[in-house]
């Protein structure tokens, strides 16, 4: 069987729907893909402008979730989960007057510090018959 790499993948299936395939080099390939073309803002990029992820055929929207959660640092997690417990949003937050913000803001603190508090002990409590003294 012949493929034909502009219209069919390596394993002769069909390229999706939005996927340019075009010639040169791997290097040509890597230099577009690390620049954004001629943008060269260091992020893949589409020619429409969304980001490698959007752009993905392969992506679907629970992994595209996954991933931007995952790019979050532990303590924007940890912070998104109590607000969510507490039923706040970052929007709401905004929409607060800065008063009402900053009760908000203190009782999320105080949270997340009884959140890692627990965490502490939880982990001491783990230590302690591990390692019993």
């Known amino acids: 069987m012949k493929i034909d790499p502009a219209t069919q993948t390596p394993l002769g299936r069909q390229w999706p729907k939005g996927v340019e395939v075009s010639g040169g080099s791997f290097q040509d390939a890597l230099t ?9 803002s260091g992020e893949a990029t589409l020619s429409a402008g969304k980001t490698e992820e959007a752009r993905n ?7 595209a979730e996954f991933f931007a959660y995952m790019k979050k640092s532990p303590e924007e997690r940890l912070r998104e989960a109590v607000m969510k417990e507490l039923g706040l949003t970052e929007d709401d937050l905004n929409a607060m ?4 913000r900053k009760v908000a803001e203190e009782a999320i603190a105080e949270k997340i510090k009884e959140r ?3 965490q502490q002990d939880s982990n001491k409590e783990k230590v302690s018959k591990t390692y019993p003294v």
């Not at 577009?32 to 001629?38: D, I, K, V």
């Not at 007057?97 to 009402?100: L, R, S, V, Y």
């Open 97 to 100: 007057d800065p008063e009402t």
């Open 32 to 40: 577009r893909a690390t620049q954004g073309g001629a943008g060269g």
């Open 57 to 63: 055929p392969y992506i679907n929207d629970a992994q």
């Open 116 to 118: 890692l508090l627990a």
